[in-house]
Structure formats: C-alpha cells, structure tokens
C-alpha cells in the first residue's frame, strides 16, 4: 500500500495523469464547436444509372450490369448534372480525359469499348469525333437481349469546357483517371486560365503523379492523391493529440473512410474543425481505404455514419444520403 501512494505521488504519476487529462480534453468532441448546417451533398458522376457491385474490378464493364432503369440519365453527361444539381447536389463529381486535340472528354472509362459504339481510348479521337459516338450504346440491364440507352447517346459526351460554362456558379469535383503527370500539367494549364474565383469552386484528385505535376503548377487548387494524404494523416496520427495541424494538411481535400475516421485525433469535431481553419474539406467515404475510389458507389455504407460529419458520399442515388453537414468551403 505504501508502495502504491509512493507511485501515485512520484512527479512521473502526476505527469502521466496531467497528460492522459490534456490529450482527453484537447481531442473530445463534447466541449468542441458543435457542427451543424444543411445536408453537403455529392452527386458521383452526376445522376447514373446504378449497377450490381458484386466481383468488380477495374476492367470490369459496369454498362453490362446496369439495374433496370429508373431515370434516362447516362453518368458524366450535362443532362445528369442537371438532374443531380436539380436533386439538391452541391457537388457534382466527373472523370476526365485527354482527347487527341488537346481538350479533356468528360468520360469514365479507360476505354471507349464498353460503353460506346467505338473502341480504343478518348485519346485517340479528337473531341469532335468523340461527340459522334453513342454513349448509351452498350448499356443493359438483361446481358445484352435490349439495349435502353441505344442510340440515345449521341453527342453527349461533353467537354470539360462545356461543363463549366454550363455551370459557371457550381462546384465539381474533377478525376484526373491516370497516373500520368502531364495529364496534372494539361489540367494546371487548362484551370490557370480562370479566374480565382472560379477556382474556389473546383478541387481535383488522381493519381499521386499527375496531382504532384498540378500542385506544382498551380499550388492554389484544392487537390488530393494517395500521397498528398498520407503526407498529411501520417505526421497528424504522430502529433494531432497537441492540436497542432501539419502545413500537408492545409488547402487539400480528405477523403476518409469511415472505418478508419475513429482513429483520427479529435474525431469527429475537433478533427474537422481543426481542418476547417486549415482550408481542407474533409469527405466521409464507405469502407476502409484499401481502393483509391471505396465508398464512392455504394449507398448501402451511408445509413451507418452517424450525424455530425462535415463533408459527403459520393452515390449515384443523391436521395440516399445520409445526414451529413457542411464543412463551410
């Protein structure tokens, strides 16, 4: 007994139990700024037809697996951002391309193949030969016995050009779908030309290589890759207890998977309100990480995130989300 009051006086005891205080007390959420707001919404792609998620893989043609439609929309097209936008998203999410003219197609696909009525990559064609083909010509919901969208696909392929003078006061966010860095040097190019304002309105994520070659040209863009998140989570998991925000952390987006959000110093209020002074928008995606794009398509994960998250889901259903709130970006 003796031994025990001697420990519990020892000034290590007393530093031990200063400090476990101050960690609880700086990282808790019951004495942060509350968050509250109206629902961030993201639309993944616009509104999209939705597809079985089972055995997927990056080859897989998702055209082929479509449900039976509920709506006309085809991904990536300006009718489905219209849609999306009408449905109450913020936020609309689109893939880009380089064309063989020097612009950037607004598709998905690494190829053309799947969905089209041509094959081989967006880069092979110039945008006016990419507004030929049929988007909608590959899409089914049966294993090819009707084909819904065939030939209602025409010309739908837009520009990235387009899609922002379509929608010159909303907010996107831009995948750059390689890991090549002059794709990051086309984009910086390509977005120096607008003004700040407009730029405010855009982040873009990718690639670790492009990314980098972008935030080198243009270290204003809100932008986000494998690396650019490490280099903020990992030195934050070793020092974020003190409060103290690494500068990795400052103007970037985070996309965090919600099993490993728990693990994040001050989650979920403190985190976020520690990356609201930074200038970073945090977004709340299903699963645990281990793909680049986990939690993006998948409406089942929403229904478990508790309230209070600043940021969004990416679905292709807009009116499956779950309650989430603004992060004030």
Same mark, same amino acid.
Do not use: H, Q
């Given at each position: 007994m003796n031994k025990l009051k001697k420990i519990a006086r020892s000034k290590t005891f007393l530093f031990l139990v200063l400090l476990i205080a101050f960690i609880y007390l700086n990282n808790t959420s019951f004495f942060a700024k509350p968050r509250n707001g109206e629902p961030l919404l993201l639309a993944h792609r616009g509104l999209a037809q939705t597809f079985a998620m089972e055995g997927i893989e990056n080859d897989t043609c998702t055209a082929e697996r479509i449900y039976e439609p509920e709506h006309p929309y085809l991904e990536n097209t300006i009718p489905s951002m219209e849609?999306?936008?009408?449905?109450?998203?913020? $936020?609309?999410?689109?893939?880009? !391309?380089p064309t063989k003219d020097g612009q950037f197609a607004v598709f998905h696909d690494w190829t053309l193949d799947c969905r089209t009525n041509a094959t081989g990559q967006a880069g092979d064609y110039t945008m006016a030969e990419l507004k030929q083909l049929d988007i909608g010509y590959g899409y089914t919901a049966d294993q090819g016995k009707t084909y819904p969208f065939r030939g209602r696909g025409v010309g739908l392929m837009p520009s990235l050009d387009e899609v922002l003078a379509r929608f010159p006061e909303q907010s996107f966010l831009i995948h750059i779908k390689s890991n090549d860095p002059a794709e990051g040097e086309q984009l910086a190019r390509y977005l120096a030309s607008l003004p700040e304002e407009r730029l405010r309105q855009l982040s873009v994520y990718g690639g670790d290589e492009p990314i980098a070659s972008l935030q080198a040209k243009l270290p204003q863009i809100r932008a986000m +890759? !494998?690396?650019?998140? !490490? +280099?903020?989570?990992?030195?934050?998991?070793a020092v974020g207890w003190t409060g103290y925000v690494p500068s990795a952390c400052e103007n970037t987006q985070l996309h965090i998977p919600e099993k490993i959000a728990p693990l994040l110093w001050g989650w979920p209020d403190r985190f976020l309100n520690r990356m609201d002074r930074a200038d970073?928008?945090? $977004?709340?995606?299903?699963?645990?990480?281990?793909?680049?794009? +986990?939690?993006?398509?998948t409406p089942e994960d929403?229904?478990?995130?508790?309230?209070?998250?600043?940021?969004? $889901?990416?679905?292709?259903?807009i009116d499956r989300i779950a309650p989430l709130?603004?992060?004030g970006t």
């Open positions: 849609a999306a936008f009408a449905a109450g998203a913020d $936020i609309v999410e689109l893939d880009i !391309k +890759s !494998k690396a650019s998140m !490490k +280099s903020c989570l990992i030195p934050y998991l970073t928008r945090v $977004i709340v995606v299903g699963g645990d990480g281990s793909d680049f794009s +986990s939690g993006f398509d929403l229904g478990r995130l508790p309230s209070g998250y600043s940021g969004g $889901i990416w679905t292709n259903r709130y603004r992060d």
